[in-house]
């Protein structure tokens, strides 16, 4: 049945299409004339419509002008909410974390089972998921999104891990160990500008044109501060590596932010004792990394480079490793079986020799042969040595020893900065650790060459003696030999000749190292990751430079050549270069860890809430860096009179300067629905607040009178109404920031906020915690349960225009609408002193889309 068509409004003539960035708005506002879905409700907003409802059918709308009867029309006001859902969600795990992107509309989840989630604004639409595993961990502790939001970092508990992964897909970019459990972190973007920076970031890196590319690093030093356990406090350059470790502040870190011009730090802590938790907050003084910017720019950059570079070296290792096969190993445990089953004296060795020399092979000899190697088994084995030496050897000469040479270069950078001690000196740079890190790195990659030489030389000689020992296997066999096969010159014969010498020696010591009598294989034993020495060492007799260099005592102790270890694997002196390197570049953190003094400390509250009660790791307090003013905000609650009152504490980044109403208590009173006069009017406590942007504050409110399933409200706080500078002696601290403040409520000022729009009460949802982000314009609500999410998009129009083009649209989609009518009911004691024009019940339209997902 075609429902019948709406009559236009004749009063107001439609307003012209928007164009450009306007467009946008425009398709949002017919999405929301269509409907708001889920937690609707009555709300603060300006505008307002008002719906024709047919007296014989409450709750439908009457849309012809073509209906027999005429019934009486009744016109009752009603308005949209503020804010607008664009998605909404039951999760099946519950989320402990949730965190915004700070440049595009998505947000990041943790959750119980060890999850992080990736989901899009857009109905809430998921698009990826990083599962918890053994290598990375499973506890999932907080979650920050680099400044550019191409990087998500988040800490791990139960292995004490940092990973940082790319926003496109699932896949850990990079990682690394810290000492302490991080409970809370912040990654934030040095905003100072100054000559001297932008000169260094317009310039060009010759590294670029001398070196192989790695991943780009941004322009601007951006810092990710860890926090955790034990007064656990951690910087770390481009969130990849540490330039500083703070020290001398006691307890758990619950929220932290470095100042984006780099001069103060903002700490707030818990302290557990006797049952309940004393939080305090701490502002540190960062005059070093003020002072020296550019030069601590230079050097991050330097330490970054270096830290990947580390990285790309293990990962090469990690390749060449996977590319050494167990098979390799067959034809040392066949022979030490050979060796444990025959019964004539005559060595291994001989055997061989007897048959390159003879052709012809003992009856033992021709049973391993044919039995246990077999020819199909030999051919195999031959293609699987060639096949992996070949890609191990790849590896080495394309990455391994590329990525060492880049870090060669990059350390000798880093030499020449530290020997400028005026500009370097005060960080810590130490011009003779580097020295010694970059001997490390030229042991390295002696190490790499001499492997390349054990490959080169195996593949020669195993290449020969398979392609011998299968000739000589198909004449047992009877088999036809191909001519090609058949050839073999003298200089084949030799290189048989000098594999069978140099490996088929029995080492009854090898045995009781290793469990076998024979090392045929050599190239594994640079790839283990072991302290002993090499079962085969490289043969340095008669090498005439490494004979004259052990008989010069000058040269042996000369600092422009790299000490060479023959009898040690790769990985081991890869292990030492590493732990050299952490070693020298450690200093610095430790320098400017140091400078990094206790200016400021003030005593919160006392929290004596269960932990079970206070079970979130996005709780309060909250701490926020207005880049513009320079100013710390802190948000933090106190119970007083059974509620829990919101405060906004704030400090100027610039320690020596202060800052007027540097505290004050928010107290939310009426919320007015503005097409109405009623009037809003109970006690309501702060559950959670996070600042939307640098003027704005979005706060969930439990009303405490209010009915199950209405007593939530959401709600956008401006700063530019709470600190007003007309009124602003007005509201001054009275009390001494000495004491802790919960226990002088009186001498905060307090500041009753009342509400005409901007507001949204949040049905059938325990609403608990908030999360906004200003630049999308967006916030998600997360209910008391940890798994029903709800998304609202917070800039709104005020006012709402009904035209042709939304209802066709709306008939187009034949997504049916439901429009119920509700009765707005208030407390009695309310009600008790409302006048006699509002004491009756207001009727309110609500209009309900079924479908829950909005375009956005």
Request: net charge neutral; glycine share 6%.
């Amino acid at each position: 049945m075609r429902p019948r068509e709406r009559p236009r409004a004749p009063a107001r003539a439609p307003p012209p299409a928007p164009s450009g960035p306007l467009a946008r708005k425009s398709g949002r506002r017919k999405c929301l004339q269509r409907g708001a879905t889920g937690g609707g409700g009555r709300c603060g907003g300006s505008g307002a419509r008002r719906v024709e409802v047919g007296r014989g059918h409450p709750g439908r709308v009457n849309r012809g002008e073509g209906s027999r009867r005429a019934a009486p029309m009744l016109r009752f006001p009603t308005c949209f909410p503020s804010f607008r859902v664009v998605g909404e969600k039951q999760l099946p795990q519950e989320i402990i974390f949730l965190v915004w992107s700070p440049k595009r509309d998505l947000i990041a989840l943790a959750n119980t089972a060890g999850e992080v989630l990736l989901h899009r604004l857009a109905s809430f639409h998921r698009v990826w998921s990083f599962p918890p595993n053994e290598n990375t961990g499973k506890e999932v502790t907080c979650l920050a999104w680099r400044p550019d939001g191409k990087l998500l970092a988040f800490a791990l508990a139960d292995t004490k891990k940092i990973v940082l992964c790319d926003v496109e897909k699932p896949e850990s970019l990079h990682s690394f160990s810290v000492e302490a459990p991080v409970s809370c972190m912040h990654w934030m973007e040095v905003t100072a500008e100054s000559s001297v920076l932008t000169s260094f970031y317009n310039a060009e890196d010759e590294s670029n044109l001398l070196l192989p590319k790695l991943p780009t690093l941004p322009k601007k030093l951006n810092i990710l501060v860890l926090g955790g356990s034990s007064g656990f406090i951690e910087l770390y350059a481009y969130g990849m590596f540490k330039i500083a470790r703070v020290t001398g502040i006691v307890g758990t870190c619950l929220a932290l932010c470095l100042s984006s011009d780099l001069k103060s730090l903002s700490v707030v802590t818990e302290v557990s004792a006797g049952g309940a938790s004393e939080v305090s907050y701490f502002q540190l003084e960062t005059n070093l990394l003020y002072s020296f910017l550019p030069e601590v720019t230079r050097m991050a950059r330097k330490f970054t480079h270096i830290s990947a570079l580390l990285q790309y070296i293990n990962l090469s290792l990690t390749c060449m490793c996977e590319a050494w096969e167990e098979i390799l190993m067959q034809m040392d445990s066949r022979l030490t079986k050979f060796v444990q089953e025959k019964s004539t004296t005559t060595s291994v060795q001989d055997e061989f020799m007897h048959l390159l020399l003879w052709g012809k092979a003992s009856a033992e000899l021709q049973t391993l042969l044919m039995n246990q190697l077999t020819v199909k088994g030999l051919k195999k084995l031959g293609q699987s040595i060639e096949s992996s030496y070949s890609s191990i050897q790849k590896l080495v000469i394309s990455h391994l020893q590329s990525g060492s040479e880049s870090l060669l270069y990059h350390l000798s950078e880093l030499k020449g900065m530290a020997s400028w001690k005026q500009k370097y000196e005060p960080l810590g740079l130490d011009a003779t650790g580097i020295e010694d890190a970059i001997t490390a790195v030229g042991s390295f990659i002696l190490k790499a060459n001499e492997l390349l030489q054990v490959i080169d030389s195996s593949m020669k000689n195993f290449k020969a003696f398979f392609r011998w020992l299968y000739v000589a296997m198909l004449r047992m066999t009877e088999d036809h030999v191909l001519p090609e096969l058949n050839k073999m010159t003298q200089k084949d014969i030799t290189f048989v000749a000098e594999f069978l010498t140099e490996h088929f020696n029995e080492a009854p010591d090898l045995y009781n190292r290793k469990g076998k009598y024979f090392n045929v294989e050599k190239v594994g034993q640079y790839l283990k990751d072991e302290d002993d020495d090499l079962v085969s060492p490289p043969n340095t007799e008669g090498n005439q430079w490494y004979d004259f260099l052990q008989n010069s005592n000058h040269l042996k102790e000369s600092p422009l050549l790299f000490p060479y270890y023959p009898r040690k694997s790769l990985h081991f002196v890869k292990r030492r270069m590493e732990n050299i390197i952490d070693l020298c570049l450690q200093k610095p953190a430790d320098v400017i860890g140091k400078s990094m003094n206790q200016a400021i400390c003030i005593p919160l509250y006392r929290d004596a809430r269960s932990q079970e009660c206070t079970r979130r790791l996005f709780k309060f307090p909250f701490l926020w860096n207005n880049k513009t003013s320079n100013l710390h905000y802190l948000l933090f609650t106190i119970l007083e009179d059974s509620l829990y009152k919101m405060c906004i504490l704030r400090r100027h980044t610039d320690i020596s300067q202060s800052v007027s109403n540097g505290l004050i208590a928010i107290k939310f009173g009426s919320f007015t629905y503005a097409t109405t006069e009623k009037v809003r009017r109970s006690a309501y406590s702060c559950l959670d607040a996070q600042f939307y942007d640098d003027e704005t504050v979005t706060v969930v409110l439990k009303d405490t009178m209010g009915r199950e399933g209405r007593d939530r409200l959401l709600v956008q706080l401006p700063l530019s109404s709470v600190y007003n500078s007309e009124d602003a002696s007005e509201y001054q601290f009275s009390g001494a920031y000495s004491t802790r403040l919960d226990e002088q409520c009186s001498a905060i000022p307090t500041r009753t906020m009342h509400f005409e729009k901007h507001w949204r009460l949040l049905e059938s949802m325990k609403a608990q915690y908030v999360a906004g982000n200003g630049f999308r314009k967006v916030s998600c609500v997360l209910s008391s349960n940890l798994r029903h999410v709800r998304v609202f998009e917070m800039d709104i129009d005020d006012e709402w225009e009904l035209d042709e083009s939304s209802d066709e649209e709306e008939e187009a989609s034949n997504k049916p609408v439901k429009i119920k009518e509700e009765v707005l009911s208030e407390p009695e004691a309310e009600s008790q002193q409302a006048s006699a024009a509002a004491s009756a019940a207001q009727v309110v339209i609500k209009v309900e889309k079924l479908d829950p997902e909005l375009d956005s």
